[in-house]
């Protein structure tokens, strides 16, 4: 059983569209996260949700919008999709907020065309 | 903010030899994890090292932590060429919310 799955695994768009990634963790964790990882690797934080809660939200685009329907799911909607939004983008999950071991998602690798 | 940096940025070496990186980070921590990530996958957790701890071993893996000089090393012994893939470093970040990334190292074990 996959702890953290994350759909689609590859998306390729045109700019200007608006797409979804999803994202569902079986681990009964309380808390999630979104990171995007640029072509050379370099991992950052976009949001981290605690029981449905927002907890972090870096300086990311309001275009970039996070929804976590309970607190198994993350899902992370994208509107006006731009060339600067392609990456891979990848759902982890923790048991509880802050320090603690992060278990990760296969990733989504997003192109926009 | 980055909190992290990994050193070398690339490795390359041969089945069964040793690896060493090193990860250097700015402000006190209470812990500092290893992940690795192989090529199109996600991160994987490998070990995570207490602040009270000075080394930690985990199969062929050994890190060290040293607080004084906010630096740890992570060695992979008898490498293998399935070790292959980049290795980062995680620290808590200020207020620890969550884990702040380094940007890794790469790591090439040829056959």
């Known amino acids: 059983d996959t702890a953290v799955s994350q759909t689609p695994k590859y998306l390729v768009t045109q700019m200007g569209n608006d797409k979804s990634i999803k994202c569902e963790q079986n681990?009964?964790?309380?808390?999630m996260y979104w990171y995007k990882q640029d072509s050379k690797k370099f991992l950052k934080i976009m949001f981290s949700?605690?029981?449905?809660?927002?907890?972090i939200n870096e300086t990311v685009p309001n275009r970039f919008s996070p929804k976590s329907p309970d607190k198994a799911h993350l899902n992370l909607h994208i509107n006006s999709l731009e060339l600067g939004d392609s990456a891979v983008y990848f759902c982890?999950?923790?048991?509880?907020?802050?320090?603690?071991?992060?278990?990760f998602g296969p990733g989504t690798r997003l192109t926009v065309l | 903010s980055q909190q992290g940096e990994e050193d070398p940025q690339a490795l390359s070496i041969q089945e069964g030899e040793n690896a060493t990186m090193n990860c250097s980070y700015k402000?006190?921590?209470?812990?500092l994890q290893w992940y690795r990530q192989n090529s199109g996958r996600g991160l994987v957790h490998l070990i995570l090292?207490?602040?009270?701890?000075r080394e930690k071993h985990s199969g062929r893996l050994r890190v060290t932590l040293d607080t004084s000089k906010k630096s740890s090393s992570l060695l992979i012994t008898a490498s293998r060429a399935a070790d292959t893939a980049s290795y980062f470093c995680?620290?808590?970040?200020?207020?620890?919310?969550?884990?702040?990334f380094g940007k890794g190292t790469m790591l090439l074990v040829s056959p």
């Open positions: 982890a999950s923790s048991q509880r907020q802050g320090e603690y071991e992060q278990f």
């Open positions: 681990l009964g964790h309380d808390t």
């Open positions: 949700y605690n029981n449905k809660e927002l907890i």
């Open positions: 402000t006190s921590i209470n812990n």
């Open positions: 090292i207490r602040s009270n701890e």
């Open positions: 995680a620290t808590p970040r200020s207020g620890y919310s969550t884990l702040t």
